[in-house]
């Protein structure tokens, strides 16, 4: 069974389109993020939730809006589409803030 | 600030070899937990090993072995006898002063690690 679900894999877009990433654990844990992997493979952390809840908004723009349905669910919408987002998107969970991350496959966004 | 520096961008072997992956961090916290993760071709990232700053002491996992020392600030990984497989991105990484339990980390930028048949 897969610890950290995302889908797509891959995903192509043009400019100014809106997309969304899909990310499901089933590790039971309470937290949960999204990761960017840049062209370079310098990872940054955009977003943790807590049972739902937003815990790190790390200074994102606005058109990137996570939503956790549930503790199990964290999901990732970006609107208006630019060539600089993009990059791999990880999501990750992890039982506690101090405990290891478990990180999804990536989606390889490409923005043309 | 928090930082994280893993100096070798790129380190190519030859199976069989020993390689040494720095990592150097700096930070404030007198309490801290430092990770390295592993990312090979395929892309996903593993988790590797996770070390309180209290416990000093040297770990061993099969061919993998980390030297943590507190007063250099410096958490090294040892692959002894490489092989074609340990070919990856590994990671160094510590969260940043004050995150609590956020579980936000600060990455190093990556050494790639290229080993020969």
């Known amino acids: 069974d897969t610890a950290v679900s995302q889908t797509p894999k891959y995903l192509v877009t043009q400019m100014g389109n809106d997309k969304s990433i899909k990310c499901e654990q089933n590790?039971?844990?309470?937290?949960m993020y999204w990761y960017k992997q840049d062209s370079k493979k310098f990872l940054k952390i955009m977003f943790s939730?807590?049972?739902?809840?937003?815990?790190i908004n790390e200074t994102v723009p606005n058109r990137f809006s996570p939503k956790s349905p549930d503790k199990a669910h964290l999901n990732l919408h970006i609107n208006s589409l630019e060539l600089g987002d993009s990059a791999v998107y990880f999501c990750?969970?992890?039982?506690?803030?101090?405990?290891?991350?478990?990180f999804g496959n990536g989606t390889r966004l490409t923005v043309t | 600030a928090q930082k994280v520096t893993q100096a070798q961008t790129e380190i190519s072997v030859v199976e069989k070899e020993d390689v040494t992956l720095d990592c150097v961090y700096e930070?404030?916290?007198?309490?801290?937990?430092l990770f390295w993760y592993k990312q090979p071709p395929s892309g996903e990232l593993v988790f590797l090993i996770r070390?309180?700053?209290?416990?000093?002491q040297n770990e061993i996992s099969g061919r993998y072995s980390w030297n943590f020392q507190k007063s250099t600030s410096s958490f090294n990984f040892t692959i002894t006898a490489s092989q074609v497989v340990d070919s990856a991105v590994y990671f160094c990484?510590?969260?940043?002063?004050?995150?609590?339990?956020?579980?936000?980390?600060?990455f190093g930028q990556g050494t790639t690690l290229q080993v020969k048949p």
């Open positions: 930070t404030r916290d007198t309490t801290y937990y």
């Open positions: 990750a969970s992890s039982q506690d803030g101090n405990s290891p991350l478990h």
């Open positions: 990484a510590l969260p940043p002063p004050g995150s609590g339990n956020t579980g936000k980390l600060i």
């Open positions: 590790l039971g844990h309470d937290t």
């Open positions: 070390r309180n700053s209290f416990d000093e």
């Open positions: 939730y807590n049972n739902k809840e937003l815990i």
